[in-house]
């Protein structure tokens, strides 16, 4: 899924359309709405990004059978948080800790931390996950961190992504970097 957000985000050209770090949100939602309709789940997320469609829980998550009542079993297949507005550990513990309790296969954290922080928030995940006294083993976790890159020539936009299992074991999945000139 790290590869098609990538890919996503470079042919869909979002460098072009956001000139601050949070102006990526709608784009990131959106292409998580798409993409849960495409498994043939049903997603859901705020009407400013899908007309006719509402919140659950969490910024956006994709389940089945939630409107089908005759349906048996309900589960939430995907659950996401997205915070590219707080970039302060205090503000990522925030979503990230939504995201631990609810009951999801997979569960998405988009982040902006700082890069010198980076380290000390994934640390934090692990642990977080490790201390959580509710483990399934069927939970993993996919976190997307954002960081604009000043030091590099010309000046990059750079997404990691890194897979946590349930007992907070993780490991960095890919890191991209796509030129891009605007703030933080």
């Known amino acids: 899924m790290f590869k098609d957000f990538c890919e996503t985000f470079q ?8 000139y601050y770090l949070h102006d990526f949100g709608p784009h990131i939602l959106k292409f998580f709405y798409i993409r849960g309709k495409n498994e043939g789940l049903e997603p859901h997320v705020k009407e400013t990004i899908a007309k006719g469609s509402s919140e659950y829980l969490v910024d956006l998550c994709w389940t089945t059978g939630y409107y089908d009542k005759k349906a048996v079993g ?8 997205s915070e590219l507005g707080d ?16 009951k999801a296969n997979l569960k998405v954290g988009i982040f902006r931390p700082s890069k ?17 006294r ?9 976190i997307i961190f954002l960081f604009h890159r000043p030091d590099t020539k010309p000046t990059k936009l750079e997404i990691s992504g890194y897979r946590f299992d349930y007992l907070g074991n993780y490991e960095e999945i890919g890191t991209e970097l796509f030129p891009w000139s605007a703030r933080e």
């Open 87 to 102: 970039q302060s550990r205090d503000g990522i513990w925030h979503d990230f800790i939504k995201l631990m309790d609810v």
């Open 134 to 142: 509710i483990k399934n083993p069927q939970e993993q976790y996919l």
């Open 116 to 132: 010198r922080e980076r380290e000390e928030i994934l640390e934090m995940f692990r642990d977080e996950i490790d201390g959580h």
């Open 74 to 81: 309900y589960w939430i297949e995907l659950a996401l948080e």
């Open 11 to 18: 042919k869909e050209n979002w460098l072009s359309k956001c």
